[in-house]
Nanobody
Framework: QVQLVESGGGSVQAGGSLRLSCAVS????????MAWFRQASGKEREGVAA?????????NVADSVKGRLTISVDNAENTLYLQMNDLRPDDSGMYYC??????????????????????WGQGTRVTVSS
């Protein structure tokens, strides 16, 4: 059974940093597209950043977080990360990692659409206070 388990959420003040982790089992992330999504209370789930699981460039990062949030993978640990710096109150919400099989051997930019991902974690909460 595929499992994605997020950790690292918490409460920080504006300007602070957090590092989210997503430990993946039963699938190899290097054969997948991996992504982080977030959902604030009362809002739709939105894509934050996505990356080919082998880390081979072609990242897709939402404009709202560019320069502040960085996605990365550790293939040896089969783990996805999201380094979050200079956090703002509107970064608050539940953060979810997601995975989907790569569509063949070509170089594709991974999607930030939730409907394109097959596997999801349970989420970790991030709260940023002003």
């Amino acid at each position: 059974q595929v499992q994605l388990v997020e950790s690292g959420g918490g409460s920080v003040q504006a300007g602070g940093s957090l590092r989210l982790s997503c430990a993946v089992s039963e699938i190899t992330i290097s054969d997948s597209f991996m992504a982080w999504f977030r959902q604030a209370s009362g809002k739709e789930r939105e894509g934050v950043a996505a990356i080919p699981g082998d880390g081979d460039g072609l990242e897709n990062v939402a404009d709202s977080v560019k320069g502040r949030l960085t996605i990365s993978v550790d293939n040896a640990e089969n783990t996805l990360y999201l380094q979050m710096n200079d956090l703002r109150p509107d970064d608050s919400g539940m953060y979810y990692c997601a995975a989907t099989p790569r569509p063949g051997s070509g170089r594709y930019i991974p999607s930030l659409a939730p409907s394109h991902y097959n596997y999801w974690g349970q989420g970790t909460r991030v709260t940023v206070s002003s």
